[in-house]
């Protein structure tokens, strides 16, 4: 598929009708640059339930892979064990070539919106600044005026340099979010990691969080793994999907993923795939499986 810039992006090379569901995913070539992700074998089960299993996935350079998936599928946990902090059941995961159980420090991650306190003693430019030197005291003196700068550009990029001057516990949820995405870019990561950024967004801010996301990887490479309930404002930016459900995945690009074939055979049941005044629908499935998703679209 033809991605960023015309570069050609990572894709499955199963057949083009079946999404990958357990095989590598080879899309080794000699042109692509070396994956930024690498996982292999992957699986983790909690209490005898199987998330997912068998995940092999590579994601390279400047490459946009969205998580779709029903509540409690297992998207969260999958970012928790690409930061490292979530052991898998079996696989392994590196990220630049180094195993993740080794802990990196350039991974910007937008955790799955959790409230702030009210009275949380915290401005939101002091959040964004701990995505800079949070775990690496010294560098604050060394190079506060870089710092400031670097604080300010993630800032003015989320639109947020005026509420970063406020308690960040008394912001909006949506405008909490968009200190997150500062803080997870102000890092200058080399991978990104967004649960559900777009969560508490009206539309304006929607738009502008997948903007700068899709810009940050197209000027930098840096690879983007984006969770989401709503695949439609994502689309434009999506490479590939990784879709899971009922303890199994389909990896591909989103005509190969979200089809009614192929979901159809991921939940083991009819699922229609529909697109509805061009927005994505996703109709059909056990609503144990997916009790949000469904209502939202794909
Ligand atoms: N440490 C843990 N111990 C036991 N069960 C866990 C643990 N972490 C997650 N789970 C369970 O794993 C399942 C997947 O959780 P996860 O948060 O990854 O789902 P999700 O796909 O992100 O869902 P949502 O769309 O609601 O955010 C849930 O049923 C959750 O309760
Ligand atoms: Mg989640």
């Known amino acids: 598929m033809t991605g960023r810039d015309g570069a050609s992006c990572a894709v499955t090379q199963d057949a083009p009708t079946a999404a990958s569901s357990s095989h590598p995913d080879r899309s080794a070539h000699p042109a692509h640059p070396a994956p930024v992700l690498e996982v292999r074998g992957a699986t983790l089960a909690f209490h005898g339930r199987t998330l997912w299993s068998g995940l092999d996935l590579d994601v390279r350079p400047g490459e946009f892979l969205t998580v779709l998936g029903a509540n409690g599928s297992g998207k969260s946990t999958l970012l ?5 902090v979530q052991r898998l059941g079996s696989g392994t995961i590196r990220i630049q070539g180094e195993s993740v159980a080794r802990g990196r420090r350039r991974v910007g991650y937008v ?6 306190p009210t009275g949380t003693p915290m401005r939101g430019r002091d959040l964004v600044a701990l995505g800079v030197d949070g775990h690496r005291p010294g560098v604050r003196l060394r190079g506060r005026r870089a710092l400031r700068a670097r604080v ?26 968009r200190m997150r ?6 890092s200058d990561p080399a991978l990104l990691l967004c649960d ?8 304006h801010h929607q738009q502008e969080v997948v903007s700068l996301v899709d810009q940050r ?5 840096t690879p983007v793994v984006f ?26 690009r989103p005509e190969e993923v979200l089809r009614s074939d192929v979901l159809s055979e991921l939940y083991g049941t009819r699922v229609d795939v529909a697109e509805v005044a061009g927005r994505i629908v996703v109709l059909g499935a056990p609503a144990h499986l997916d009790p949000h998703h469904w209502e939202e679209g794909a």
């Open 152 to 177: 300010d550009a993630a800032l003015a990029a989320v639109d947020g340099t005026e509420l970063a001057r406020r308690p960040i516990g008394q912001l909006s949820g949506g405008e909490q979010q």
């Open 196 to 203: 559900e950024p777009l969560g508490s967004l009206d539309l």
């Open 227 to 252: 969770v989401t309930h709503d695949v439609n404002p994502v689309l434009p930016a999506t490479d590939r999907v990784l879709y899971l459900a009922a303890g199994s995945h389909r990896l591909g």
């Open 217 to 221: 990887r197209r000027s930098h490479g």
């Open 111 to 116: 955790p799955q919106q959790r409230l702030i």
């Open 80 to 84: 928790k064990a690409l930061l490292g």
């Open 181 to 186: 995405v500062a803080q997870a870019l102000v």
